[in-house]
């Protein structure tokens, strides 16, 4: 019999026995650990995410072209059909327009069925009188002034018409359907941010109404726009004119030496009316008599005692540089 010594216990013990504790060892190693879970084998792994289901609902900008296009109709002009049914289409694009921070430039303000939101509304959507026997104040009217102030580009007559009940009726809350016996009381969180809102609504406006009607070489003093935005101080001013800038309703260069705005274009929140139209033909006239100028000038130098190879300078008016 073969036997081996152990240097660490310093014993000596038979082959065999050695031989059988390296295979109890073994097998030890090989069977499964009772804390390691066994290996299970997983299915492929598949795309389980939900495929995005394209929406069919139209986007704000889209609803509120559509109503613009559905109230522009002859047969909405007339509205002797469907009375109600335009009063709230037109109660709905106006909330829209007020209501969307990127919506700037307003074209159904002269369509029919949107003026005759200042009218009473019909019997049948009228809303029951007070307690007091007195008519309730329409909110449809409140809301239209509330536009009218918005688009006019005057902040202390906007301050004037955002009355609670025309914020209310921008959020929804008073601006329902007219059948609706109680309207579901607006949150007050819900009413503060609609008028942070339409404060900045209200100051683009003052802006760009500012803009446009600019001197004729297009430059706004920082003073102006301070005045007409009620803002403390010139670093306001200038952010309020990068704003404009960067959503596109304004194209102007900020001179912070000078203290003044340099307006290129400005865009027109209200569509255009009397005003608009006057205000393009003093423009129209002042270029007409700057090119007769000019043109006066040129035929004056190039007729009989004229300059054409005598290389002489012509000098033109100030009035025309």
Not at 126 to 131: D, K, L, R, Y
Not at 287 to 298: N, P, Q, T, Y
Request: charged share 20%; hydrophobic share 45%.
């Amino acid at each position: 019999m073969c036997f081996l010594f152990s240097p660490r216990s310093g014993a000596l013990f038979s082959y065999s026995r050695h031989c059988f504790r390296r295979r109890r060892r073994r097998r030890r190693s090989s069977r499964p650990s009772s804390l390691t879970p066994p290996k299970t084998t997983h299915p492929p792994k598949t795309n389980t995410k939900k495929q995005a289901v394209p929406d069919d609902a139209p986007t704000r900008d889209e609803r509120r072209r559509l109503l613009t296009l559905a109230l522009s109709l002859p047969s909405a002009s007339a509205a002797g059909d469907a009375p109600q049914q335009l009063r709230a289409a037109a109660r709905e694009l106006c909330r829209l327009f007020l209501s969307d921070a990127a919506a700037i430039e307003c074209d159904f303000w002269p369509l029919p069925a949107v003026q005759a939101l200042a009218s009473a509304a019909p019997a049948a959507a009228a809303p029951s009188p007070s307690p007091d026997g007195s008519p309730p104040p329409s909110s449809d009217a409140a809301l239209l002034r509330l536009l009218g102030a918005t688009l006019a580009g005057d902040l202390a007559q906007y301050r004037a018409a955002a009355t609670p009940e025309a914020v209310a009726a921008v959020v929804g809350g008073s601006g329902g359907p007219a059948a609706a016996a109680a309207p579901a009381p607006v949150p007050p969180a819900a009413l503060a941010a609609a008028a942070l809102l339409l404060e900045d609504k209200a100051r683009l406006s003052a802006l760009l109404a500012l803009a446009s009607s600019a001197a004729p070489n297009g430059r706004v003093p920082f003073a102006s726009v301070r005045a007409a935005l009620d803002l403390p101080d010139d670093a306001d001013v200038q952010r309020w004119v990068a704003r404009a800038i960067s959503k596109g309703a304004l194209d102007a260069r900020i001179d912070a030496v000078d203290k003044e705005v340099s307006v290129a274009r400005a865009a027109r929140p209200r569509a255009f009316g009397p005003e608009e139209w006057a205000r393009l033909s003093e423009r129209l006239a002042l270029w007409e008599a700057r090119l007769g100028g000019a043109a006066g000038m040129v035929a004056a130098c190039t007729g009989d005692g004229g300059t054409r190879g005598g290389g002489a300078h012509i000098q033109l008016p100030a009035a025309v540089v």
